[in-house]
């Protein structure tokens, strides 16, 4: 079975700082999609970045960015510069390429980013 | 232009009754995914739907669940004698397309089931 883990239920970090959230997930395909999705109190969910499987190059959009470790499944989100709106809940999700449109998510971190 | 909306936003309902979920994609998004939140688990996906194809329903719990989608316009998911297990946020999702595409929330539906 497919699954995705996010140990870390809860985390803070001080404004300004930088935070990695852990992901780790259970596969045998070869090829997929890793996405980290961000809800922040009482508003919609939004995509933070995402990944392809075949890609070496961990993604980069702006102070978020992965480190995906294809070997050890394993895809972290690090938040640099951490600001007061990075204050969310965040959820990792995988979909393999072929055989399923189904997502996976995993259950989330709580992140708070304090002034 | 417009989000994914849905209603209701709170729905109440008595156990063994029957309610109906809607969602209104975004203008021209082929893609649909209905999820289930329950309190501090994720996402659990129900059902995709693409186009005019014949739609994924692997992630739906039981036959009590169904949705419709006609076209590439509203959804809607169906609970059938509702139970106090299926109490929980029911979100809409849409995209353009494949599964690499962004996925673009609703707001969802709470739904309690006393």
């Known amino acids: 079975a497919q699954t995705v883990t996010q140990s870390q239920p809860e985390m803070s970090v001080q404004e300004a700082e930088t935070v990695t959230l852990s992901c780790t997930y259970d596969?045998?395909?070869?090829?997929?999609?890793l996405f980290w999705y961000k809800q922040p109190p009482s508003r919609q969910m939004i995509l933070v970045i995402r990944?392809?499987?075949?890609?070496?190059q961990n993604a980069t959009e702006n102070r978020f960015s992965v480190n995906f470790q294809k070997a050890a499944k394993s895809f972290s989100l690090k938040i640099s510069d951490s600001q007061l709106g990075d204050t969310a809940m965040y959820f990792c999700?995988?979909?393999?390429?072929?055989?399923?449109?189904?997502?996976?998510f995993g259950t989330g971190t709580r992140l708070k980013v304090l002034a | 232009g417009a989000g994914v909306s849905q209603s209701p936003s709170n729905k109440v309902t008595e156990k063994g009754k029957d309610v109906e979920l809607r969602c209104d994609p975004i203008?021209?998004?082929?893609?649909l995914y209905w999820y289930r939140q329950r309190l501090g688990q994720g996402l659990e996906f129900l059902i995709y739907?693409?186009?005019?194809?014949?739609?994924?329903k692997s992630g739906l719990p039981s036959d009590r669940f169904s949705a419709e989608r006609t076209g590439e316009s509203v959804s809607t998911l169906t609970i059938q004698r509702t139970q106090q297990e299926d109490s929980a946020v029911y979100l809409c999702?849409?995209?353009?397309?494949?599964?690499?595409?962004?996925?673009?929330f609703g707001p969802g539906t709470r739904l309690l089931v006393l």
């Open positions: 203008s021209g998004h082929t893609a």
């Open positions: 739907f693409q186009g005019n194809s014949a739609p994924d």
């Open positions: 990944q392809e499987a075949y890609k070496q």
């Open positions: 999702a849409s995209s353009s397309g494949g599964q690499w595409e962004t996925q673009y």
């Open positions: 999700a995988f979909t393999p390429t072929s055989g399923t449109y189904k997502y996976i």
């Open positions: 596969t045998s395909e070869s090829n997929y999609y």
